[in-house]
């Protein structure tokens, strides 16, 4: 949270300032046994720091676009090949957590709309698209950068990759972020992950 805070961009809405809607308090709750609901909750957060008015979709499709990971049987991401040829892994990754989502959110009464419109945002969030899928996935790449800066040591340790491809990860997160803004944000972020490995 710190980094965050040398940005432009305005603090983040402290924790329990927000109004939140019982389906999204609902959410937090489903994903909180997650080993990586960190990064998910901080999604959220960085969905808002970008864009304050974020629709309900938006928040919960933050909060829960990677939930297949917490779910074994899932697709397995190949660390020998470069993030960019990865994307079949990511395709299967973001439909398998869209499945998830929206058989949660039909348990828990969710309207139609609702759910197609967080089904249309967790499908694009590995690639962006409409403005409010450029917006989730800045908030992702942004979370990601913040909380998996262990994660290239992590996966050197054991011996999922080098200590170079796992640094190229967040390369590619940061990369791919097409806001402006939310690059402007993730800079030192990925400057912090870089230092890492001089
Ligand atoms: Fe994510």
Redesign the pocket.
């Given at each position: 949270m710190g980094d965050r805070r040398r940005t432009a961009l305005p603090a983040p809405v402290a924790a329990g300032d927000d109004v939140v809607t019982p389906l999204e308090a609902a959410a937090e709750e489903w994903i909180a046994p997650y080993w990586n609901a960190e990064?998910?909750r901080q999604?959220r957060d960085w969905l808002l720091v970008l864009e304050p008015e974020a629709s309900e979709a938006l928040r919960i499709a933050a909060l829960t676009?990677?939930i297949e990971r917490h779910f074994p049987g899932g697709p397995a991401n190949d660390l020998s090949v470069s993030p960019e040829d990865g994307m079949d892994y990511r395709r299967v990754h973001s439909e398998r957590s869209s499945a998830f989502v929206s058989g949660w959110l039909r348990e828990q009464g969710a309207d139609a709309q609702l759910i197609a419109d967080v089904q249309r945002l967790i499908l694009a969030?590995e690639t962006g698209g409409a403005d409010d899928e450029d917006l989730l996935q800045a908030a992702?790449s942004l979370?990601?950068l913040e909380v998996n800066v262990d994660l290239p040591e992590r996966w050197a340790a054991e011996g999922r990759c080098s200590l170079e491809r796992g640094i190229d990860q967040h390369r590619w997160m940061f990369e791919r972020i097409s806001l402006p803004r939310a690059r402007e944000a993730a800079q030192p972020l990925y400057e912090r992950v870089q230092a890492r490995a001089a």
């Open positions: 990064h998910l999604t676009h990677d969030h992702d979370s990601f």
